[in-house]
């Protein structure tokens, strides 16, 4: 079945319940070929070409979720032509089948129609389902990058998830959906090490935490405020819900600053109402206190970063800033800076919310590795191990 849309997509789309591996990939190419071959006047010229500039990978749990997911599939490939693979996965010790879904989309452009998104949805039960390493393998487009977006908690002392690894070049998570966040959170960051260069790895909550780190560096970016990096003494975070794995996204922000400012972590502890003090030596030992408390704030998911505040001093003179988010528009934050003696500079400032197709958009160009990320969820993973 061909449809003209209105935006001049063309679509053609495949469902069958109980087949085979071979089957699926057999008729993935007859899509491909029919759908490239529309417009082609003569026999002998070439069809248009399957556009595609990555593998997208996704274990979901249930129509709902790669519902969700094809979603912002969909959002993304007009950046960024892809091959979409979902998976719902349901061992089971009856007979192996496959139930399979292909969607498959060509996009006008000046050149003509090139595909520029495939959708392949998998309904995997039985054995297969404990490897799915051998059913994603041969459907992955060759010779682009392959990511897997992970739905969830991802499963990082599962063999099979192990396996998934090594035929990946990055794995995306969310840490604001773990079901354990605290605890994965630590997997997580083992999972890293462990891993080094070989697979990327990266975090669309790590992504939607990028206004309030852009914020942040641009309060130091002047050049007579860079002295002040070195004299941090302070920083505040406060944060919503009272559960230690609430505290993740606030302390990936610690992460990063100590980690880019080489901040030693030296103590730390948690207290009650979800209080927690830590220590850190800075430059030429210069002392960092950082305090996290727990807040109510309508509107904001739990784990979100309500507040962020910061001191520091330089020669003779002092910085503050404070980045508060509005209880009433979440969407909007109070900032507060002020230098030495001077009056405090007040304005309200815009915090984007993007969705996760314009997250996902962010991380392609990073390549399969973000060093930031990865040395920042190091020192969160120190931080939180020294509040068990």
């Known amino acids: 079945m061909i449809r003209q849309h209105p935006d001049r997509v063309r679509q053609l789309e495949w469902h069958e319940v109980g087949v085979t591996l071979p089957e699926v990939m057999a008729e993935l190419t007859r899509i491909h070929l029919e759908l490239g071959r529309q417009d082609v006047g003569d026999e002998d010229e070439h069809p248009h070409p399957r556009n595609c500039c990555m593998n997208l990978v996704a274990v979901v749990a249930g129509a709902e979720q790669a519902g969700h997911v094809q979603q912002a599939a969909t959002d993304l490939a007009p950046h960024h032509p892809m091959r979409l693979l ?26 003509g129609m090139p595909i520029q998104f495939e959708m392949v949805r998998l309904h995997v039960t039985g054995t297969a389902a404990a490897e799915p390493v051998t059913i994603v393998e041969p459907l992955l487009v060759p010779d682009v990058p392959t990511y897997m977006w992970w739905i969830g908690s991802p499963p990082v002392t599962d063999d099979w998830f192990i396996q998934m690894l090594e035929v990946i070049d990055c794995l995306v998570v969310d840490s604001a959906t773990f079901e354990r966040p605290f605890i994965t959170t630590l997997e997580l960051a083992g999972l890293a090490a462990a891993l080094g260069s070989r697979v990327g790895m990266n975090d669309l909550h790590w992504q939607r935490l990028g206004t309030v780190r852009e914020l942040v560096a641009q309060f130091f970016s002047p050049a007579d405020r860079r002295g002040f ?37 030296r103590r730390a502890a948690g207290g009650d109402g979800g209080t927690v003090a830590a220590y850190y030596e800075a ?16 509107g ?6 309500a507040a962020l505040r910061l001191e520091a001093a330089a020669s003779t003179r002092t910085a503050r800033l404070a980045i508060e988010r509005n209880p009433k528009q979440p969407t909007r934050a109070h900032m507060r800076t002020a230098i030495g003696e001077s009056e405090p500079l007040e304005h309200w400032m815009p915090l984007d919310v993007p969705n996760e ?28 191990r020294a509040l068990r």
Request: proline share 4%.
């Open 300 to 305: 904001v998911v739990e784990g979100e970063i």
């Open 86 to 111: 979902t998976l719902e996965l349901e061992e089971a010790h009856n007979v192996g089948r496959i139930d399979a879904w292909i969607q498959s989309e060509a996009h006008e452009l000046p050149g």
């Open 357 to 384: 197709a314009e997250l996902l958009v962010e991380l392609v160009p990073m390549g399969r590795r973000d060093p930031i990320y990865i040395r920042s969820l190091d020192a969160a993973a120190e931080l939180l």
């Open 229 to 265: 990096l070195n004299g941090i003494n302070a920083v505040g975070i406060d944060y919503v819900g009272e559960g230690r794995g609430n505290r993740v996204a606030a302390a990936l922000l610690v992460g990063w600053m100590a980690s880019t400012l080489k901040w030693k972590l």
């Open 283 to 298: 430059h030429r030992g210069h002392p960092v206190e950082v305090d996290f408390r727990s807040v109510p704030a309508e």
